[in-house]
C-alpha cells in the first residue's frame, strides 16, 4: 500500500518565524506532539516537537513567548514521498529511530504518516510492527 493512501493529508503546520508558544498552541489545540514547520510555499523546513520545546527552551529559561521556532526546531528531518509504500517507510522509521514522517512531493509538505497509520490502516502489520520493535530496541537498549 502507498503512503498517499495512508498519510493524513489535513496538515496542520508552522512557520520558523512563529512563536514557541504558538507551536505548542497548535499541538495543543490538534492534540498532536509533532508540527512540520514549512516557509512560503509549504517548503519542509523542519519539524518541532513538544519535547524540543521543553528540553531546547523551556529547561534553558527561554521564553517562549519570544522564542522563535527556528531557534529549537529540528532541520533536516527525515520525510518519505507519497508514492513509497507502506514497507519503506517503516524501514525509514526504523533506520532514523522516528514514529512520524514528513510526506513530501518535490519538497512541499502535502502530508505526514505515523507508525500507528501503518498497523491501524491495516497497510502492514508485520511493517509497522518491525519499525515499532527496531525503535523500541534502540530506545531502551541503555536502560537498566
Known amino acids: 500500500m502507498k503512503i498517499r493512501e495512508l498519510m493524513t493529508s489535513d496538515v496542520e503546520s508552522c512557520s520558523p518565524e512563529d512563536s514557541l508558544q504558538q507551536a505548542a498552541q497548535v499541538m495543543a489545540d490538534i492534540d498532536v506532539g509533532i508540527v512540520p514547520i514549512v516557509r512560503d510555499g509549504g517548503y519542509l ?3 518541532i516537537t513538544d519535547r524540543d520545546i521543553v528540553i531546547r527552551a523551556v529547561a534553558k529559561g527561554m521564553d517562549i513567548n519570544s522564542t522563535h521556532v527556528e531557534e529549537c526546531m529540528t532541520s533536516g528531518v527525515i520525510s518519505c514521498s507519497p508514492e513509497q509504500t507502506a514497507q519503506e ?3 525509514l522509521m526504523a ?3 522516528v514514529r512520524r514522517l514528513p510526506v513530501v512531493e518535490e519538497g512541499r509538505l502535502i502530508g505526514i504518516v505515523a507508525i500507528g497509520d501503518l498497523a491501524v490502516q491495516g497497510a502492514s502489520d508485520e511493517a509497522a510492527g518491525f519499525a515499532l520493535s527496531e525503535i ?3 530506545t531502551h537498549s541503555g536502560i537498566h
Open 45 to 47: 523546513q523542519g519539524c
Open 89 to 91: 517507510a517503516a524501514q
Open 95 to 97: 533506520d532514523h529511530q
Open 136 to 138: 523500541s530496541e534502540s
